[in-house]
């Protein structure tokens, strides 16, 4: 139905570049003309381009990127709940909690309208001043305003929605808009243009409807440049599912925790610290991930890049996600350091022994600076190397060809938890799990480049990690003639891990089971 409406606005309205200027051209004198604003009078999308102009656009990509998640808007009445107030909220909630906004949007407005005002349209109008000009549209008032008046045409009236009852004005939709703003006999006689089929109602409606699409029109995400971190590895490397929650939050994360942070006097002051330096590894990490696709792009034959890699490469930047590294690292060695303190000695002993006192008493923060200054220092310049070292393997990573890649590629995954020792300390156990993910990871990708498919299931690094640490942990307990190495909680809870992991591809390899006679295979005679 709603295939057979669009092809019906198609056939009856729409119209060539050079038709509707004809059209404009012999336009009756004293006719009155909606013009919809966005991608029509405005080459531009003005919402997206007003939330673009947040500042600081670091907090202001934060904000967006929250309320993208979150989706207020579906939280409200049914009437209002959807889409139809997604844009209505994020203007409301951004101008609230960046009201000096209003104010640069008033400068930001002119540049915008000198070089996104379409031009053709505006020269063919100025011809035509006996004709009334309404700009009509869905957007906020106060946003086209700014834009508006800096066109060069003369605007009659501008009917677009409010900034409270936004909401109430896109559910109404734009006919019902214009008809209370202009009255039922103007609208009908008018002339209407616009590039939007969500106006099918309106193009019904009048005398003269025009429906073009205009050369140079673009809607640009709002902060679509400002580089985030981890939006890469979310976005165009692992769009599939929430890959930073299950696998490095997951998987990288919890095997730290368990290996390094269980054999900590205080856990969650060390749990806190593996978190931050993990959140500031993976911001150098990822640069390798957009390293690796802007190589493929400039030098491979036949890259395989996705949509989604040429939709947000505009926000690849090689240098500020050290900016992010260091603001991650900094509390995380603090926190590494206070883990070590002995919480007798701290001002509240009895808080302390889950959090230290973190009040703001300067003679107490200034003694703990001079006493651990030093190991702070030298915390610091190691995680600073390891992030260093971890960025130049993945450089030369990129650089040389795919097989050989086979044999940097375990260097790489080691970074990703014997990394941490670099700072952290572990125990036999702990180094077993560590070595067992670093294999479990490199065998699948020895598969993966000399087998020349990528057919093996991604599962099959879970299930590695139930075999190879046992393995290793009995070695380890026979070499030393140390049964506790076996039994103790850290390693049941570690094999209660991964098997909670491997559960899925467990069951279904022991499912598939079967005689190998009964292989789909031709046999030889």
Known sequence: ??????????????????????????????????????????????????????????????????????????????????????????????????PWT??????????????????????????????????????????????????PIKTDKIVACRFWKGGLD????????????LGEDVVKSSMVITDSHHDLPLLSYVSIPCLVVWSGAKTVQAMADVYM?????????KPSKPYFLYEIFGNDLLFVFLASTWLSSQPILHGLSMTFLMLSFWCIYEIGYMEND???????????????????????????????????????????????????????????????????????????????????????????SLLIFVRATFWIYNRIDKHTRVWL???????????????????VVGAMIFTAYAIARWLPYIIYRYAKTDDYPQEIAQLSYLL????????????????????????FTIMGYCIYRARHFLVETIRSIHPVWEDEWHSVK
């Open 229 to 237: 971190p981890f939006f890469y590895i979310e976005k165009v490397k």
């Open 409 to 427: 590629y375990p260097i790489l995954q080691g970074c990703r938890c014997f990394g941490f020792l670099s700072v952290a300390t572990t125990n």
């Open 468 to 491: 190879i640490f046992p393995l290793l942990i009995v070695a380890v307990s026979l070499g030393t003639q140390d049964i506790f190495v076996l039994i103790n909680w850290q390693t």
């Open 102 to 151: 209003i104010i640069l949007w008033q400068f930001q407005g002119k540049k915008l309208a000198q070089s996104y005002g379409n031009t053709p349209l505006i020269e063919a109008i100025a011809k035509k001043p006996d004709v009334q000009i309404i700009i009509s549209s869905l957007g906020f008032d106060f946003v086209i305003r700014a834009i508006a008046k800096h066109l």
């Open 170 to 181: 896109r559910v109404r939709g734009k006919l019902a808009t214009i008809n209370a703003a």
């Open 1 to 98: 139905m709603v295939k057979a409406v669009k092809a019906k606005a198609d056939d009856d309205y729409s119209l060539s570049i050079s038709e509707a200027l004809n059209l404009i051209e012999k336009l009756p004198e004293n006719t009155s003309i909606l013009i919809d604003f966005d991608e029509t009078l405005f080459l531009r999308n003005s919402t997206e381009e007003y939330l673009n102009s947040l500042q600081p656009r670091i907090l202001g990509s934060l904000f967006l990127t929250m309320l993208n998640l979150l989706k207020p808007w579906n939280l409200l009445p049914n009437e209002f709940k959807g889409d139809v107030s997604r844009d209505w909220l994020r203007v409301l909630l951004a101008t609230i909690f960046f």
């Open 294 to 384: 802007l190589i493929a792009e400039k030098f491979e034959k036949q890259p395989v890049l996705s949509d989604r890699y040429q939709r947000y490469k505009s926000r690849i930047s090689l240098s500020e996600p050290w900016i992010y590294a260091a603001i991650f690292a900094i509390p995380g060695i603090l926190f590494l350091e206070l883990s070590k303190v002995d919480h007798n000695q701290l001002h509240n002993p009895i808080i302390s022994k889950f959090i230290p006192n973190l009040t703001f008493n300067w003679q107490s923060n200034l003694n703990f600076l001079s006493h651990h200054g030093l190991d702070i220092l030298i915390n610091a310049g190691f995680w600073l």
